[in-house]
């Protein structure tokens, strides 16, 4: 199995056969070809979701491209018709969208896809476009996302008036923003913005239900709303915490994966969710979310499990912006780690670690005396930082 198999980080999981047919987005059957040694079996229900006002009728489980490698899985997903597919120019160095773009090539009058650019500026903005349209083969984005800003500062006039040239020279088709935490400052301000199309934004059953009202606001407004860190880390048993491994491994057993991403899906605000997919089993079960409603059982299980991960995993809620008296993104090192501990992506943490500024990414825990973050959510923040400080320094 991938070592970077949703099983390889939370245990034995549901192992379901590969599916050959699927309705298209017209409702008709398409054809796909059976995964080697996989037999057919009826297709599952697909569902949709309208990308509130660009009108693109999405799968609402679509494809995370991130940690994705295998570029046979995304090809399978395309033919058995997941259509909305997102990457960005900074995943695996760049050749996550040039995985993404061989793989599409030949669906993509039948796919959207979206990127995203971490540029600050205007040129490095329109520079990383045509480098994602070069990458992954199209003249075109769906949608291009300005990636992963934490505060409304960081979404200035100069990237906005990029996303507006480029709408204007149609090399994109809708204009988005994607953003990990902070939602009850940066829904409300990007909305005041009255320029995005689409939010991109970390959604699951960890997170404060205060939530909810925002998402309302969102859609009201006609912004498409797309989910990420659905599964919340997947966070497997770590030794550095004193979890059992084999409670984890059973929630994971009973369910807990398919169960988080029907959680999201039972949100009718939100439109699809992308999570990471690695192999067709993780391709499989993810599918099968989309026909299968969130049970008092599904609720019961991720209550247990959001116990068990409660030491590790941050929830983003924005709690610990500027506590920590060394000036670290407290937020942004726990999910470097995340990526590390619960994707199974060493190398991907350590990526976005030393992408730090010099001063911060040499900040070490152990020389203060007491931490000065504290999570109302019970994350133990100093150990978690320092064995992010001990993985990637």
Known sequence: MNSSSRRSFLGTSLALPALATVPSETGSPAQAPAAQGRSPQAAPKFTYGTLGK??????????????????????RAADMGINYFDTARVYQGGNNERMVGAALKKYR????ISSKTPAKDRKSALDSLETSLKELQTDHLDVWHLHSRSTPAEVNDEVLDAQ??????????????????GHAEMIPAMLKLNHFDVFLMSYNYTMDPSIEPLLVAAKKAGVGLVAMKVLAGGVKPS?????????L???????????ALKWVLKNPNIDTMIPSIVDNEQLDENLTAMGAPFSAADG??????LEEIRPLYCRMCGHCEGQCSQGLPVADVLRFLMYAEGYGQFALGREHFKALPTDLAGVRCGSCAKCTVECPNGVQVAARLHRAQQLFA
């Open 54 to 75: 660009t009108g693109m009728k999405v799968t609402r489980c679509a494809f995370g491209c991130m940690i994705t490698s295998d570029q046979s899985v995304v090809e």
């Open 109 to 112: 009058d039948k796919v959207y």
């Open 164 to 181: 507006r040239l480029a709408k204007r020279d149609g090399k994109i088709r809708f204009a988005g923003v994607s953003f990990h935490a």
């Open 239 to 247: 030794p550095f915490y004193k979890v059992d491994p084999d409670k």
């Open 249 to 259: 491994s059973k929630l994971s057993r009973e369910g807990a994966p398919l169960a």
């Open 300 to 305: 019961k299980l991720l209550a247990r499990r």
